[in-house]
């Protein structure tokens, strides 16, 4: 194996990798903002969350990445194969 066929399997583009971030950060912001506002009412007494709101984000997130593994391999199946014959 060469040293460029090396180089080549394990380089990633910056320009997709920081918007595979953006993404991520998207979709995150959008989990804790839905997620607050289900979970979290407006006027709270207390600066810690209580039990039942922690499992209820805990529960809440946990659909949203469920969802997302889901709606992921659904994806897969949909996108050709590049590079599979290689």
Do not use: W
Request: aromatic letters at 8%.
């Amino acid at each position: 194996m060469s040293y460029y066929s090396s180089f080549a399997q394990t380089y990633v583009d910056p320009q997709h990798l920081q918007e595979a971030e953006q993404q991520v950060d998207a979709f995150m912001g959008m989990i804790m903002t839905a997620c607050q506002d289900k979970c979290i009412p407006t006027k709270y007494h207390e600066p810690d969350l209580n039990k039942g709101e922690q499992k209820c984000i805990d529960r809440c997130v946990a659909k949203y990445m469920s969802i997302q593994k889901i709606m992921s391999e659904r994806m897969k199946h949909m996108v050709p194969n590049v590079g599979s014959d290689q």
